[in-house]
């Protein structure tokens, strides 16, 4: 039976994909049909291209050291130093400052920037020249369907799956205008069991929102409805896997890449920590019970 992932989007904390990965590969245990989602869908594949962990943490840090994604301003995204009273209130600026922006343009960063990025990245690289089977997710915000990449330009499917609302710009293919995939399915386990994986591992990103303090404004009582409305979601779609890994993200923000080091081990210690787990769901005698589960 069939062994799949289906890697979560979550921005910069997706660098802990690469940690379970490693120790997957480590133990013997190889995925023949890989899904990602955003983050997910840049590390998925590069990993499937090369059918192996081997660089892709330095693949990694090639790109978030290269002056593209310097220039992609992610860091005004965060504060440094959450306790600081200045950052705080740099923060709170720049968050007004940016979606005031956003009324005058398409997202934070520019298409060309985006563009060289990719392309960079996947060159003219297609899903024929794969090493392992991969898929990854959009949304078309004209028609509202959900478009699933299984062969075309690796550069253009990421790309399209990378795309954050008002942060990366929309990739426009014919009449279509495409999105991040994870606006509707933000850990493609369906998408990777279509593609043939008949036993799936979820790496997931999210979690629980907490909140300490009271909102004080409209839109931010309308943020903390959206973050549950997006987790009851990810529950849902989750209920289909096999086996769930959530890395402990939790202190790292989204638009901070530099600490890879230390997202790669969180995603490692996931995975050793579920190590049994994992060995469990891929091993014969579960997938003996699943198909008599399925009969019955």
């Given amino acids: 039976m069939s062994f799949g992932i289906a890697l979560g ?4 904390k997706g ?9 997957l590969e480590e133990n013997d245990i ?36 290269s002056e593209e994604f310097k220039n992609f301003g992610l860091d005004e995204f965060y504060a440094d130093d959450d306790d600081n009273i200045f950052e705080r209130f740099k923060k709170e600026v720049f968050e007004k400052f940016y979606f005031g922006r ?4 398409k997202s934070h960063i520019k298409t060309e920037a985006a563009k060289k990025l990719f392309n960079d990245l996947f060159n003219n690289k297609t899903f024929s020249d794969l ?14 369907e959900e478009i699933i990449f299984t ?9 399209a799956s990378c795309a954050i609302p008002g942060i990366f710009p929309p990739f426009i293919k014919g009449e279509k205008t495409l999105v991040d995939g994870g606006v509707i399915d933000n850990t493609p386990v369906e998408i990777v069991k279509n593609l043939g994986a008949k036993i799936v591992l979820a790496s997931y990103l999210g979690n629980r929102p907490e909140f300490s303090d009271e909102p004080d404004t409209g839109f931010r009582i309308n943020q903390r409805a959206q973050s549950f409305v997006r987790y009851y979601l990810d529950q849902k779609i989750l209920a289909l896997a096999d086996l769930v890994l959530t890395p402990d993200i939790s202190k790292f923000h989204w ?3 530099s600490p890879i080091e230390e997202l790669v081990q969180v995603g490692r210690e996931a995975a050793i920590k579920n190590i049994k787990k994992i060995k469990s769901i891929t091993s014969f ?9 399925t009969k019955s």
């Avoid at 869908?41 to 291209?49: D, E, K, M, N, R």
């Fill in 15 to 23: 660098l802990a994909h690469i940690g379970i990965l490693e120790v």
């Fill in 151 to 159: 062969k075309g330009p690796i550069k253009e499917a990421v790309w």
């Fill in 255 to 257: 638009a901070d890449f």
């Fill in 30 to 65: 190889k995925p023949k049909f890989v899904a990602g989602t955003s983050i997910g869908s840049l590390i998925g594949a590069i990993y499937c291209l090369n059918g192996s962990t081997k660089h892709l943490k330095q693949k990694a840090k090639q790109m978030i050291k």
């Fill in 131 to 144: 090493k392992i089977p991969f898929t990854c997710n959009a949304l078309d915000i004209k028609s509202g």
């Fill in 9 to 12: 989007g979550g921005g910069a």
């Fill in 285 to 293: 005698w579960y997938r003996v019970k699943k198909i008599l589960s």
């Fill in 102 to 105: 956003l009324f005058f343009k």
